[in-house]
């Protein structure tokens, strides 16, 4: 950690402590301590730590070819690209290494297509906003902080990209007002997680899908944390009538190494050349391998089965501690993804759960995330409800907020259930 302190820019704000190692749901520290695992890398580590399958593709591929340049094929981009093409009902894929790049790309793509719909050639481009969601987080690069709305992320990089203007989060009136035919994409996260988890309505969706149509835009689902079937389906989106134009993938993918994908349709695909957009690194053998290999883990191992079953259980076992415990204002999710809303600040309790062995974080100060693997079993939901009774019993803000947040607000409890 002192090299970490010396060296290493300021990004982060670390624990004190080193990980060294993983098994299944569970982590070590250099100590030997064990921890349940219920952030996940922050929904990367979807099949746990050290999957014995996703060890064995790397032991091969990394004897093979760790790296090969884009200027010829591998053998497992176009594989990788028509599962995925299977799974969400796309046609075309562009490898990235992160989601934040995904993100980038989705967003020259939506102004490409609006000037080659719209506007001649050589002319200043009309058709050039994005609108995005109030409480969104897109990612860090320059184009990714334009569309997220907090401005922690925004303003001490000011001035951003031009051309972006947030909508009120499931107000369809605000939607509606915003909507127009200089609009070239809206961004959205399906299930908005550093925001606090928060499922976008079907009304909502259903109106961006129309509006989007009607003046020519493109509708962008954002499921780089919700989608690959965190919900329980394969991507969050799919229990709507409608599908986007674009769909942006990353931190599950390649199962925790670097990866993200953009997935379109034929129709935005048609207006890219070659040259238009690229990547050194994206969509490597190593990590295509691997990723192909993850899909089909979740497939044959019927994951997404298990991942609604442990949601429902999870779900019911907090339902069942926010009616002990006032200062729970809320319950918000789907599949393994889960926010619980406090009445009074989350990091306390995220430090008590380091204690007990139980690793959670916090967002928006107030929402503590749960992100679990797919892989988690009964006897392991059971263990982390014991342990989160504990830390929400022993972290001392409980004790003065719970009276009156019981008076204020009974606890309500939203259960947004995949099916």
Request: glycine residues 10%; hydrophobic residues 45%; proline residues 5%.
């Amino acid at each position: 950690m002192l090299d970490a302190e010396q060296f290493l820019l300021p990004t982060y704000k670390r624990q004190l402590v080193v990980m060294t190692h993983g098994r299944g749901a569970c982590v070590f520290d250099s100590t030997g301590k064990k921890y349940l695992d219920f952030l996940g890398g922050i929904a990367v580590n979807a099949l746990g730590h050290a999957h014995p399958r996703i060890v064995k593709v790397i032991r091969r591929e990394a004897a093979r070819a760790i790296h090969l340049s884009n200027l010829y094929h591998n053998a497992y981009q176009g594989p990788l690209a028509r599962k995925l093409a299977g799974w969400s009902g796309m046609d075309r894929v562009f490898f990235s290494n992160s989601g934040t790049e995904a993100i980038d790309g989705a967003m020259k793509l939506a102004r490409l297509f609006g000037r080659q719909s719209n506007e001649a050639p050589g002319t200043t481009a009309k058709k050039h906003r994005f609108l995005a969601l109030e409480n969104s987080f897109h990612g860090r690069t320059f184009g990714a902080i334009t569309v997220t709305s907090t401005e922690k992320y925004r303003l001490p990089f000011a001035p951003v990209v031009p051309g972006a203007e947030f909508v009120r989060f499931n107000d369809v009136a605000d939607l509606e007002a915003k909507f127009d035919d200089t609009v070239c994409a809206i961004l959205l996260e399906t299930v908005q997680g550093e925001g606090g988890i928060y499922p976008v309505s079907e009304e909502f969706w259903n109106r961006a899908r129309l509006l989007a149509t009607q003046h020519g835009a493109l509708l962008i689902a954002d499921e780089i944390q919700c989608g690959l079937g965190r919900t329980g389906r394969y991507f969050a989106y799919q229990k709507f009538p409608s599908r986007p134009d674009i769909v942006l993938i990353a931190k599950p993918l390649a199962a925790g190494l670097p990866l993200g994908a953009i997935l379109t349709t034929q129709e935005v695909a048609s207006r890219v050349s070659p040259g238009m957009h690229g990547t050194t690194f994206g969509g490597g053998p190593l990590a295509c391998a691997v990723a192909l290999e993850f899909l089909k883990i979740v497939e044959e191992e019927k994951l997404l089965e298990n991942i609604r079953a442990r949601g429902a259980e999870l779900r019911d076992g907090l339902s069942k501690l926010a009616a002990k415990f006032g200062f729970i204002r809320e319950i918000r999710g789907e599949g393994l993804i889960i926010g619980v809303e406090l009445s009074v600040e989350g990091g306390p309790f995220v430090s008590e759960a380091m204690q007990r062995g139980l690793l959670i974080n916090c967002t928006h100060d107030l929402t503590l995330r749960l992100l679990p693997p797919f892989i988690i079993t009964r006897a392991q939901v059971r263990e982390f409800l014991r342990l989160f009774e504990l830390v929400l019993a022993a972290t001392p803000q409980q004790a003065s907020a719970s009276d009156s947040a019981k008076s204020a607000n009974p606890g309500r409890i939203v259960h947004a259930v995949a099916r």
